[in-house]
């Protein structure tokens, strides 16, 4: 079954927002072939799924999401809050990858 057709290609396009270049994200690359991806809030695992093998043309095996809280900062004597952004972390079928230079190309 198609994991592409029970979501508007309209809402995938939008779910992924950047990939994370990160000291921890390339180190997870490296050991678990896993790619890192901010995604919107509301994005459950099936989409996001869905959006990385319509985007990249690869197989995902799994899906981990993670959701962080933003830090507390503070301005003078005012505290604020950054917004929580939520992580994907993708695991790849073996033989599969994305690079990312060659994509801006």
């Given amino acids: ?5 029970k979501f508007s ?8 927002l950047a990939p994370v270049i990160s000291e921890k994200a390339t180190f997870v ?3 678990n ?4 991806f901010k995604v919107l809030p509301d994005a459950t695992k099936p989409e996001i799924k ?7 043309k690869v197989e995902v095996e799994s899906v981990q999401t993670v959701n962080r809280e933003g830090k507390q900062k503070r301005a003078g004597r ?9 992580r994907a972390f993708v695991c790849l079928k073996p033989g599969q990858e994305i690079n990312f230079t ?4």
């Fill in 1 to 5: 079954m198609n994991t592409q057709t």
């Fill in 50 to 56: 869905a959006a990385v093998e319509l985007l990249f």
């Fill in 9 to 16: 290609e309209e809402r995938l396009m939008k779910v992924l």
């Fill in 78 to 86: 005012f505290m604020g809050r950054r917004n929580h952004t939520k």
């Fill in 33 to 36: 072939e896993q790619i890192v």
């Fill in 29 to 31: 690359a490296e050991k």
């Fill in 102 to 105: 060659e994509e801006a190309a």
